[in-house]
């Protein structure tokens, strides 16, 4: 059933790059600010329920469907990509597919061996989250460099972000990634709970990371906590 809704959506994109003039037009760099918009609005259904209250609220007051209709929107930005991709013969929606498919089998090898067939259940269920984490940036690292990978390598996979990342996130990514080094570039954890922060223009972006290091350290979300409190303000 599912194949068939995913089909069925990319023959959909298709029929609309060849007969709609308005999606006929668009281009990669055209869609880019609907990619953001369509993944910010499926962020802001997920964050309008508490964490802790999903399985009692979402399905009865209705955020599950309007989730639903946000993925999907989501989706047919990557159709939409895609069979633009595909017209200048460079990638298909299957190669996306397959592409995250691979790579999440090279990643997860607690799961999924070699070829991609899940572990027998002796092997299945051996591992901790720390594990997992710590195993996917090793794996990530060992991709991204070769045999003579050197400390600069490790330092480029750590900030190697999205430039469009809002600052807090990127912020946040940078001190869990550093977090599953096997030295911490940034020294040990900070264990305290509260910070004092000195307001000046040359130091206030050294000041906010370090706090970012604090509120990760007690698995803070300092992106999505602000955003949640602005969103209280409107």
């Given at each position: 059933?599912?194949?068939?809704?995913?089909?069925?959506?990319?023959?959909?994109?298709?029929?609309?790059?060849?007969?709609?003039?308005?999606?006929?037009?668009?281009?990669?760099?055209?869609?880019?600010?609907?990619?953001?918009?369509?993944?910010?609005?499926?962020?802001?259904?997920?964050?309008?329920?508490?964490?802790?209250?999903?399985?009692?609220?979402?399905?009865?007051?209705?955020?599950?469907?309007?989730?639903?209709?946000?993925?999907?929107?989501?989706?047919?930005?990557?159709?939409?990509?895609?069979?633009?991709?595909?017209?200048?013969?460079?990638?298909?929606?299957?190669?996306?597919?397959?592409?995250?498919?691979?790579?999440?089998?090279?990643?997860?090898?607690?799961?999924?061996?070699?070829?991609?067939?899940?572990?027998?259940?002796?092997?299945?269920?051996?591992?901790?989250?720390?594990d997992v984490e710590k195993n996917w940036e090793q794996?990530?690292?060992?991709?991204?460099?070769?045999?003579?990978?050197?400390?600069?390598?490790?330092?480029?996979?750590?900030?190697?972000?999205?430039?469009?990342?809002?600052?807090?996130?990127?912020?946040?990514?940078?001190?869990?990634?550093?977090?599953?080094?096997?030295?911490?570039?940034?020294?040990?954890?900070?264990?305290?709970?509260?910070?004092?922060?000195?307001?000046?223009?040359?130091?206030?972006?050294?000041?906010?990371?370090?706090?970012?290091?604090?509120?990760?350290?007690?698995?803070?979300?300092?992106?999505?906590?602000?955003?949640?409190?602005?969103?209280?303000?409107?």
């Open positions: 059933m599912a194949d068939a809704g995913l089909e069925r959506l990319v023959w959909i994109t298709a029929q609309l790059r060849k007969y709609c003039p308005w999606t006929q037009e668009l281009t990669h760099h055209q869609l880019t600010e609907y990619l953001i918009e369509e993944a910010y609005e499926a962020v802001e259904v997920i964050e309008s329920v508490p964490a802790g209250q999903w399985d009692d609220v979402a399905a009865d007051n209705g955020t599950y469907d309007e989730f639903r209709k946000e993925l999907g929107d989501v989706l047919f930005q990557v159709t939409l990509h895609s069979a633009i991709a595909e017209e200048a013969d460079a990638f298909s929606v299957d190669d996306v597919a397959d592409a995250i498919s691979q790579k999440m089998i090279r990643r997860n090898p607690h799961v999924f061996d070699a070829h991609g067939q899940l572990l027998s259940e002796e092997q299945l269920g051996d591992v901790t989250v720390d794996i990530k690292q060992a991709e991204n460099a070769d045999e003579a990978a050197t400390s600069e390598a490790t330092r480029s996979s750590i900030y190697d972000l999205p430039p469009g990342l809002p600052a807090l996130a990127a912020a946040a990514k940078i001190v869990d990634r550093a977090g599953r080094q096997t030295v911490d570039p940034f020294g040990e954890k900070p264990t305290a709970t509260s910070a004092t922060i000195t307001v000046t223009a040359d130091n206030i972006g050294a000041e906010l990371f370090e706090l970012v290091r604090l509120a990760r350290a007690h698995d803070v979300d300092l992106e999505s906590e602000l955003r949640q409190y602005i969103n209280q303000l409107r």
